[in-house]
């Protein structure tokens, strides 16, 4: 009867290891550059990756944050991490280096429904500055 209960146990942690998406074969892209869009705070902007290094675990990356709405785009520099899918990177108005958002993401292992765009970028930023909006944590979600 206990190596039955080993034996389910086991069982259980597969399913629950399959279930999460785990696999030996999924991976992240390597390079994030290009055109994101999606929403910020129910906001439209475009996300655009200029650069990214190479080598290392996480990989430093710039580029720019349009806010559709507001036709204003500023600057962005952080890290692409493609081992974990893990993204992070400051928005900041062009010519200040003083960040007024922090992002913080992950990109999906699988691509984006049809319609959507290819690879999912999803996750919150966090608002530091009354001149751009009212303090807070926020949702984000874009598209490449």
């Known amino acids: 009867?206990?190596?039955?209960?080993?034996?389910a146990a086991l069982a259980i942690v597969a399913g629950c290891v399959a279930a999460s998406g785990a696999s030996a074969s999924g991976t992240w892209p390597s390079k994030i550059v290009g055109t994101w869009s999606g929403m910020a705070n129910?906001?439209?902007?475009?996300?655009?990756?200029?650069?990214?290094?190479?080598g290392g675990k996480c990989q430093t990356i710039s580029g720019?944050?349009?806010?559709?709405?507001?036709?204003?785009?500023?600057?962005?520099?952080?890290?692409?991490?493609?081992?974990?899918?893990?993204?992070?990177?400051?928005?900041?108005p062009t010519g200040s280096n003083v960040a007024y958002q922090v992002y913080t993401a992950n990109?999906?292992?699988?691509?984006?429904?049809k319609g959507l765009?290819?690879?999912?970028m999803g996750g919150t930023f966090s608002q530091y500055s009354l001149t751009f909006g009212p303090l807070g944590q926020?949702?984000?979600?874009?598209?490449?």
């Open 1 to 7: 009867m206990f190596k039955l209960r080993q034996v």
């Open 42 to 54: 129910q906001s439209p902007i475009v996300l655009t990756v200029s650069t990214q290094t190479a």
């Open 64 to 92: 720019t944050i349009h806010d559709v709405d507001g036709n204003f785009t500023g600057n962005m520099l952080g890290f692409y991490c493609p081992s974990s899918g893990a993204v992070s990177f400051l928005r900041y």
């Open 107 to 113: 990109l999906s292992q699988s691509p984006a429904p």
């Open 117 to 120: 765009g290819g690879i999912m």
């Open 138 to 144: 926020y949702s984000v979600s874009l598209f490449k």
